[in-house]
């Protein structure tokens, strides 16, 4: 049975990072709302309460029965977790003086306390609370404080169950890390088995048993998930499987031809289907951006639909969706934060299940993931790429002539940043053609040609972004290059905004 460690979110933006440490411990645990715990189930080993943007006193503020987990399990509570712990037992929970927000230092900390083993003196955390405890509950004791904040960490009386007012899991709570090993391993007793290995083991076995002899469907995007999700599911089915990749002729240069060779040598059974010609027509002469994307993904699912219905008795349709895809802390209030099926509608369309192996990972896990089952690693640190493709960088109309442009110059850009050694440094790069002409001097000859921009930014879940600095002697290469070789361009800019205001694409 794997073990797990549950998180009540509720709300905070940093309960999705809590999970991640966690399994930077080698420990599984997931995620679910604060009014979601899964009574009677044997494997959890532990209990946090995230942070939230409420405060415990509010009327509206979410509140859970610590009854349900007192005493079954050891319990943290991280920020409005602690003061949630407080409250509900007698203590007093007050607005600070002033908000207290940023780097603090743990004064006095216990390090006798088995929360705290290890910790120097003066440990520099981060705080983020509008809320502080002013009065604990009988018997419980202060276990650290900071300059403005006594009760900072508590402990309960004759019972495994702590709580801190500062954030553990951020970067900034520079012993955040070993806070949660002392609270997950030593007090939990993680037995540190969630491994990608393991994670493998387990997953074949459980979707042979979830598929049976049935027969699966899925989409092949050319990115890392659905791949991942495709050779997951190709070493439990083998054949039972059917990949499928349509080309609507707004991929990278060569992109077509060079993934389904990759996935050809990982031995899935793909079905290519080039259909460029229909996304050409069909988008001829739109140029609004929302327009352009609805066609393309309305052409993506007849496409991929009448492929999909060649497959005989196929009863499941396979997705790469990862964790972060589908945790929307604000799902405990009821609203959905986005709807992530590339696919949408498909699922109810032709009466299929869904099967998402991956749905439990995050980006870095998936990638694990992918280098246990062999997989090449130009496909598994691969730039994340928008499903409507260059479509979403052609701005204006797209014809063939201006994917033909961009796929050059794209190609120029991606290569060069691989040669230069940074490819590896930037989340995501691409090049956008503008619907601009501007005149220019070729040899002795007045051009008057398009112009287009390079983007690259750094992030680390594309939520939000900055331009990558890249040095001034790489972009001087790439502009000379690209207006020496692509026809048809004169002109070359460097994209330097962030997200937000402005978006990683274009359109
Ligand atoms: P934006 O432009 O919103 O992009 O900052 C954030 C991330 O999402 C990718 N993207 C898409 N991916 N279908 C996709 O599968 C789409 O329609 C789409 N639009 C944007 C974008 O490349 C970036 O990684």
């Not at 290890?118 to 981060?126: A, L, R, T």
């Not at 495709?230 to 002729?249: K, S």
């Not at 991929?304 to 005989?312: G, L, N, Q």
């Not at 502009?479 to 692509?486: A, F, L, P, R, T």
Request: glycine share 8%; with cysteine.
């Amino acid at each position: 049975m794997q073990e797990k460690i549950i998180i009540l979110d509720f709300g905070s933006q940093t309960t999705q990072l809590i999970g991640r440490r966690i399994r930077e411990l080698d420990t599984f645990c997931e995620i679910l709302p604060y009014n979601k715990f899964p009574k009677d189930d044997p494997s959890v080993i532990g209990v946090i309460l995230s942070g939230s943007p409420l405060s415990v006193y509010d009327k509206e503020a979410f509140r859970i029965d610590l009854n349900d987990i007192r005493g079954k399990y050891p319990i943290l509570g991280i920020c409005y977790g602690a003061q949630l712990i407080s409250y509900s037992l007698g203590g007093r929970v007050e607005p600070a003086g002033s908000r207290e927000y940023g780097r603090a230092n743990l004064q006095y900390v216990d390090t006798a306390n088995p929360l705290f083993k290890g910790f120097e003196p003066n440990s520099q955390i981060w705080m983020s609370h509008g809320d502080t405890i002013t009065a604990l509950p009988a018997g419980f004791r202060t276990i650290a404080s900071t300059d403005s904040v006594k009760n900072a960490a508590f402990q309960a009386p004759d019972e495994p169950m702590w709580g801190v007012q500062f954030h553990p899991e951020v970067f900034h709570s520079l012993q955040g890390s070993l806070l949660l090993k002392n609270f997950v391993v030593d007090i939990c007793g993680s037995r540190q088995d969630w491994s990608a290995a393991a994670f493998v083991e387990t997953t074949v076995a459980e979707l042979k048993a979830q598929i049976g002899q049935d027969q699966v469907i899925l989409g092949l995007s050319g990115g890392v998930d659905s791949s991942v999700a495709a050779v997951l599911l190709n070493r439990a089915i083998g054949r039972q499987l059917t990949c499928i990749f349509v080309d609507h002729g707004m991929l990278r240069k060569n992109e077509f031809q060079n993934v389904m060779h990759d996935y050809e040598c990982l031995g899935l059974n793909v079905v290519g289907v080039d259909a460029s010609e229909k996304f050409f027509r069909d988008l001829q002469g739109v140029r609004e951006p929302e327009a352009k994307r609805k066609i393309i993904g309305r052409d993506f699912i007849e496409v991929f639909d009448a492929e999909a219905r060649k497959v005989t008795g196929a009863r499941w349709l396979a997705q790469g969706t990862i964790y972060p895809d589908r945790i929307e802390s604000l799902n405990i209030t009821g609203k959905v934060i986005k709807s992530h099926h590339n696919v949408g509608g498909l699922p109810q369309q032709m009466n299929l299940k869904l099967c998402e192996p991956l749905k439990w990972l995050f980006k870095d896990e998936v990638r694990r993931v992918g280098r246990q089952l062999g997989m090449p690693e130009h496909l598994i640190g691969r730039h994340p790429f928008p499903g409507p493709g260059l479509g979403v960088r052609i701005l204006s109309d797209i014809t063939p002539e201006k994917v033909r442009i961009l796929q050059e110059a794209d190609d120029i850009f991606i290569q060069g940043l691989r040669d230069w050694g940074l490819y590896d440094q930037v989340w995501q790069a691409g090049v956008i053609l503008l619907p601009v002409q501007s005149v220019g001097v070729m040899g002795d000859e007045r051009t008057y040609e398009q112009a287009v921009v390079l983007r690259a930014v750094t992030s680390s879940d594309a939520m939000t972004a900055d331009w990558a600095h890249l040095p001034y002697d790489f972009l001087a290469k790439m502009s000379n290059e690209i207006i020496n070789k692509v026809k048809g361009v004169n002109r070359v800019a460097y994209d330097i905004s962030s997200k937000p205001p402005a978006t990683i694409e274009w359109e």
